[in-house]
């Protein structure tokens, strides 16, 4: 038997919290989760700075690989195997692109590839093609199924539904990370029924459908998503975290560059500050480093670095409060301005910040930035837009909710307490009298 | 009003998925949840090593905290307060108490305590009184309070019932680790009706008492706690893991007293490799600078300190075999001496582990490690130790379940491939066929 | 002390799966429990013929009682008491209202009612006003106590918070109910954070409001009762064995005016048909006596009492179809006379059913059937309608679903199996060959 | 194809809140499911009287042989099929049998089988294989398997496997009522990891045998059961109801081989009262009905049915008191005579009652009354009686809990209020004066 159908003489199981027990039969996957690109996932948290408001999201994307894994496995051998258009020779080049899809995430992602200017798709391309452990697995599966698997991460494979199920409207990441998090955060959004969902699943020739009757399952999905949006994954104090931590990577490059002497070399950066990173530099960071040299940098001579640093570390976040730069130009200018007086450098110390920079990506079918729909097979086999066929979906389907915040150190300007800081929280709206 | 007795303006809560939510009411309490010291929590795992084998594992021991507190928030506000024997004098003791009882652990307790004999309860002491956010906090309250604090940790309070709350065989710690190694791990066992032994939790002039109409829930809750303790605290994988990491750091202390030139200078270790730890020190230490210094030294020349290193991050563990050396001092002698044979120092690659040196504290009153039983108020107000009015608890009374594995590289014997590593499996019974 | 205010010496606690207990220590409460016309509430069930397509839905109105209860004293006991505004002397009738408002309800509720023209409200007052044991506890309270009651009841009572708390878009009532329907049924929706909810409810002089930050839990629970309603209480199933269960009830009551023979006299019905109904009457009516006399007209003279009752007995329901008879007049009218060609009388075998015919109340603030909107809190203190705040509830906001069937029996038409039932089927839309 | 091996088109599921989903493939489950004789379980509560103290608890036997269903049908498809030792011949009958396993219940089943001196799996033998729907059913599929199933019920089909699926120490059975009662009372007993258990699961030639891998799994399981009894089944409230009704038929039983007159003459009840019973007489009888007679009887002119009917029916329970009368012979025939001076007749008002009655089987291989034991597969593939290689189970074996209480109307006692009560009440050694 080659490689790629070898099945484990004993079928391998993980405990999940969320789907219970993770199933693994494949000697390719059971070796892949072994690599250490894989366990690299582990010292990368799933959602950033989230735990710093929901204290109980400290969970990796380690946890979220496997599951979104486990909920394709289920999809193509549960409901998928033996069905009119589905040919199962797809079925491994899914289980692995569903395991690796986040390879390439580099700690608290967003914040990173902000600064850095890096891409974290291209980066599971790379390890998937790369000199690795995950490449060497691959090909033993046969010398062009690297290759594959990344087609599917780049969106370029062959067969749509092997795409859509790791990355669509209504995916395998999705099901696993709403759930997931709801359950971490322990928050009370973030529950369908997902079990009906994958039950009415449907390949089709170039697509995969939902039937009709489950478009209420989709229904409260699509709910789920959106509450969990709006409540966790937007939460403005993990945003506020979010600025402080694209902050002290900027002032680090910043002053790197300048030529400033760091007390301790920031060996593992160098690349990120002169982008020019090598596959091993990119996978050698976690966000274990990050937090190493965020505590080495509490003690640097550059006070900027130091006190975003300390911030970070001990959770002292900015403030922050609704405000649009695009509605009130003047303003902005003239609080920029004010922080100066007060010797607060703006770029770091009074930070716009909107939702929309984040990968909101809410249901618009038929737009400019039109995503792929969500299909309804009707009883007659027809096809239809979900949105047609569902009055809650159709109310939130283009409603780009978004959100415009300065984030700054509002303990800072009390302790100047001057006629300045007055004047910065009477435009900003804010009271002045201390409160708890 | 003083500071001790402040309450914030508008209650602040956590989402927390155990107790749903923990409300904080008390100024102190914000103020200790912001101390760098409390936060620190975040960097440390509940469960150490635990996490390489239920990868759902992941949470802190923040988060650990703060159940402990809400769940004595529980019981002093909503069962204790108002009764006779009580006085809400202690409440505010028994809450800082419980929030900061785990204040003083290090990265991988257990591990780390064992390696530099240090004793995390002494830290917690340490940290209450010493120069701290959290002794400033404290201070506040009256400038005996940190000290008061420290006695309950150091069980030496006067009032016995406030210890008992924080650390007995039924407390709140107890209470909510469970609940939550359960929640997190994703196992099954840990569940028992925490409400209703908080319900019938009443407080006598010396103890804190279970009335009789509770003393199921209380089985319930013993049998949960010996399923996790079996199932997951002493795991072999999870050990695997811990006698790696333990290794490693009595590799890098040996080498660094024996004058070894590490590439990366080994900075925050060294007060610990030569046992003279400042608290700033200690405290500086968390699980970020282990993983960064894991990662560096996976280059360094010294081929035990970068294998262990790198077993640890990309977790290619040991095997285990049942094997008691006690029993077997002839073998044990003679398998050291094949490992020696194979270039392989059996201080590092062949290692004999008891899960009693982890504290399995189970049920024995009257013996000479005793501990305080729990105590059934019967309806007649006389009290009853509880085994002899549960069969269930009676039966797994005393019972200590001593449990001795050896663990070692079982793939490195492979690869050596020679007549001593046959040897050496057949005298360990193990199979010498590779398989999957 | 008087009667009103006495507290049971030990609090009284039932095991409840929704609120996990339900705690009583108003005596008062205790011995209206024990009333007989409380406890005949568990012999009606809270879902009528729901059970018949969600099996596990055979929970009664004892079991919801208790629960809106419980959800009333913790808003009045835990959230309200001591606040501004707040008179608790509003408290005990509040929980009397609350644990009696669906004393009146009869067997099968809506069909019940439907086909006698009942109210079950107007006999829940009777009952709190006429010579029952409710009355009797009631009246030790205060003789005017039961007029009290049965005020919230008729929402007249002064004090219009008590009566938006039992009902109201956003009341104990639809939150316990919403719950512990989809507890019993097992369906995914249905869940809120209903302990947020309570704990951002406020009292003002003349209503209950949210506070802004609650706001999504409400969304959420929105969201929930609009599932549950398309979802569960909707189901076209337990819609077809509704139109039996009336049909057999209509059939007996015409049966009975034509002076037929019944082969057992149906004694407890008599007054129904008559439409002259004692009290007395009324309370003795409750489901088991329906399947038993739906048991015994199994084996009556008339065809149509027999088939019917067998039919709902051994559930062998009707089929259904989309159909709107507004819309198709003259189809409709064909349907009839062809049906009755086929010998099937069309009042009793094809019979067209709406779903707006039940309770279906949607948030339409400001429309001719209006509701009492819910009103948010904002930070300022100042209140906005719900809608005017949650695009979500905004899109679903007077979004009547209204829905046409009609509910035929399609194996007795295959049976006759000529040109007739062809026709009825073409005209219907339904595939004419048999099909599993 | 063959009737027996017939799929349905589309897979038929059902919403359940244990299983979350049931399952159905084949014609034959779907057409047993449709029966009268099968639908007649909804009308049989799942545990009796238990609903009178867990209010919850109202769910029938259809529910729960659903579940037990499909436990078996996941075992029979997911973990045997394909497996060495196991025929997929036997999977059928064995779905057949787990399906209509308690087919032979009647209503209140202990109660009603202790007065009639009734065998409910004699009954479900007679159901299959008597003129009945479900014998039809069965018949289409082979003509002798009816009598296939039947075995499996009585314990004498040729291969044990099937049986003890249905009916032994670890069966689906027990798995489906555990967690199903846990479920609707809400008790935090009763949880287990079936999924577990399920996968460890193996067919052995002769015998079902678990894997040892999954050791704690059925630990859990046993303390579940363990819980599940002594907190539930035997609770002595839900006892006492079960005295009364039992004294109810009795009575009736009584007064009607007297020859005393109903006023509504008590039909379905008379095959049973003379002990000369038909099948259909059998199946005709349901909860409703016995409701309906309680309710009428409570009209009755003889003082004791009325009365003990009323307090069925209204919850006006007996009080209860620890009291063995083998231990106390002389003052049990005291307490007998000074009831009778009461005017309260002992054999209705003063009942001894101990739940070793109710079939409670604990785990003890090797005695005379000995199960067949749960088997343990161990590594090398030998066999080991559970046991042995569990310290909790080998705790609770064997070790019977008696418990013996006498049962009468407390309140009626202290209506009287003379002397004899006085005393009866002091040789029981409850305190006298009255309270809440």
New interface residues.
């Given amino acids: 038997m080659n490689y790629g159908s070898t099945k484990?003489?004993d079928e391998k199981?993980?405990?999940?919290?969320?789907h219970?027990?993770i199933h693994v039969r494949d000697?390719v996957i059971?070796d892949l989760i072994?690599t250490?690109e894989f366990?690299r996932l582990?010292?990368i948290r799933q959602l950033g700075t989230t735990?710093l408001v929901?204290?109980?999201a400290?969970?990796?994307r380690?946890?979220h690989s496997?599951g979104v894994y486990e909920i394709v496995r289920r999809i193509v051998d549960d409901i998928f195997q033996g069905r009119a258009h589905w040919n199962n020779d797809e079925r491994l080049v899914t289980l692995c692109a569903a395991l690796l899809h986040d390879l390439g995430h580099g700690p608290f992602s967003h914040a990173f590839e902000n600064v850095f200017q890096l891409d974290h798709e291209q980066y599971t391309r790379q390890i998937l093609l790369g000199d690795t452990e995950v490449n060497a697995v691959l090909q033993k599966v046969a010398p062009d199924f690297p290759n594959k698997v990344a087609q599917v991460i780049a969106k370029e494979y062959p067969d749509p539904r092997v795409i859509s199920l790791i990355s669509s409207q209504i995916d395998a990441d999705r099901m696993d990370y709403l759930q997931r998090d709801a359950?971490?955060?322990?928050?009370?959004?973030g529950?369908?029924?997902m079990?009906?969902i994958l039950?009415v699943m449907r390949p089709r020739q170039d697509k995969v459908v939902i039937k009709q009757s489950g478009i209420?399952?989709v229904?409260?999905y699509i709910?789920s998503r959106?509450?969990m949006y709006?409540?966790v994954y937007f939460h403005p104090v993990s945003r506020s975290a979010e600025v402080i931590l694209c902050n002290i990577l900027q002032r680090a490059k910043h002053l790197y560059r300048q030529g400033y002497t760091f007390k301790q070399a920031p060996t593992p950066f160098i690349a990120f500050f002169l982008e020019q990173i090598t596959l091993a530099e990119y996978i050698?960071l976690?966000?274990?480093?990050?937090?190493?040299y965020f505590?080495l940098w509490q003690q640097e001579d550059d006070v900027i670095l130091r006190d975003l640093s300390s911030r970070f570390?001990?959770?002292?976040l900015f403030h922050y409060v609704d405000f649009n730069p695009e509605e009130r130009q003047a303003d902005y200018e003239r609080l920029q301005a004010l922080f100066k007086q007060l010797g607060l450098d703006p770029t770091y110390y009074f930070v716009h910040d909107t939702t929309a920079d984040l990968p909101y990506d809410f249901y618009r079918p038929g737009e400019e930035n039109a995503r792929e729909p969500i299909y309804v097979e009707l009883k007659d086999g027809s096809l239809a837009e979900l949105s047609e066929k569902s009055?809650?979906v159709?109310?939130?389907t283009g409603?780009e909710?978004r959100d415009h915040k300065v984030y700054f150190p509002k303990e800072l300007l009390y302790e100047s307490n001057n006629k300045i800081s007055e004047l910065i929280l009477s435009i900003l709206g804010v009271k002045t009298h201390r409160?708890?």
């Avoid at 359950?183 to 959004?189: E, R």
């Avoid at 976690?286 to 190493?292: C, G, K, P, R, V």
């Avoid at 570390?313 to 002292?316: I, L, T």
């Fill in positions: 484990l003489r199981v993980f405990k999940d919290p969320v219970r027990y000697l059971w072994g250490k366990q582990r010292r735990y929901f204290h109980g400290e969970h990796s380690f946890n496997l359950y971490y955060t322990g928050v009370s959004y529950h369908f029924d079990e009906r039950r209420h399952a229904e409260d709910m959106y509450q709006v409540q050698a976690d966000e274990s480093i990050l937090f190493t505590q570390v001990n959770r002292k009055a809650l159709q109310a939130v409603r909710q409160s708890k």
